[in-house]
């Protein structure tokens, strides 16, 4: 397993995130339909200790018709993966932390997102 499917399966396992968006959780680019809906992507990648620990940056951006939708949405994102120490289907995350969220409009869309940028310190990809 990976990181990105790691996080795709504890998102898609919380209830209260998927009572928000349903299955509307995507990993990479913003699907284009869905409201409201998630996606996230990793922006930023660090190895550590020899290969054997890693460090990932990943966005999780959360979007809505309504700045309070998406705002709750975010929070409940942020709520799952602050401080985070725990084996997500067999998948070792050392360490998840917040480092940013904003509201921002999508004028194109019509949606507002709220992008939530959460850094993941785990083993290497492999599951014993």
Not at 1 to 30: D, F, P
Not at 71 to 77: F, H, I, K, M
């Amino acid at each position: 397993m990976m990181l990105w499917e790691a996080i795709g399966y504890k998102l898609l396992n919380e209830a209260e995130i998927t009572a928000v968006c349903s299955a509307h959780i995507y990993h990479s680019m913003r699907p284009e339909e869905g409201d409201p809906c998630i996606n996230y992507f990793e922006i930023s990648y660090m190895p550590l200790a020899n290969g054997e620990l890693e460090m990932a940056l990943y966005q999780i951006s959360c979007r809505a018709s309504t700045p309070g939708a998406a705002q709750d949405l975010a929070t409940l994102v942020c709520t799952l993966f602050h401080n985070m120490k725990e084996s997500v289907n067999g998948f070792d995350v050392r360490m998840a932390t917040i480092e940013n969220k904003m509201l921002l409009p999508e004028p194109e869309t019509g949606l507002y997102h709220v992008p939530v940028d959460v850094r993941f310190s785990h083993l290497n990809d492999t599951v014993s």
